[in-house]
């Protein structure tokens, strides 16, 4: 049975730091890309990171670029996201995302509340 497992989401105060983890069960995951995706109240699900499937390429949106890191332990079939220097406007659902060809799949997701 296929399934992604996001973990490390939580309420943290601004200028702190989380890391998120993203375990893969079901499939062969160092075939796949994966990307951390965030969904924020109101606004549509946008990406925030993406590591391909031999980790060779990384892409960051520009919003988090120089605070977050995305990176993939193919042994242990998890993907992570560090974010440090949270702000608030970084208070969203995160959702982790495997892809490979035209087949996906999406974690339930874990929330973020960047507040004081």
């Known amino acids: 049975q296929v399934q992604l497992v996001e973990s490390g989401g939580g309420l943290v105060q601004p200028g702190g730091s989380l890391r998120l983890s993203c375990v893969a069960y079901?499939?062969?995951?160092?075939?796949?890309?994966m990307s951390w995706y965030r969904q924020a109240p109101g606004k549509e699900r946008e990406l925030v990171a993406a590591?391909?499937?031999?980790?060779?390429?990384?892409n960051y949106a520009d919003s988090v670029k120089g605070r977050f890191t995305i990176s993939r332990d193919n042994a242990k079939n998890t993907v992570y996201l560090q974010m440090n220097s949270l702000r608030p406007e970084d208070t969203a659902v995160y959702y982790c995302?495997?892809?490979?060809?035209?087949?996906?799949?999406w974690g339930q997701g874990t929330q973020v509340t960047v507040s004081s």
């Open positions: 995302k495997a892809t490979f060809g035209s087949a996906y799949y």
């Open positions: 079901g499939f062969i995951f160092r075939r796949y890309g």
């Open positions: 590591i391909f499937a031999a980790g060779g390429s990384i």
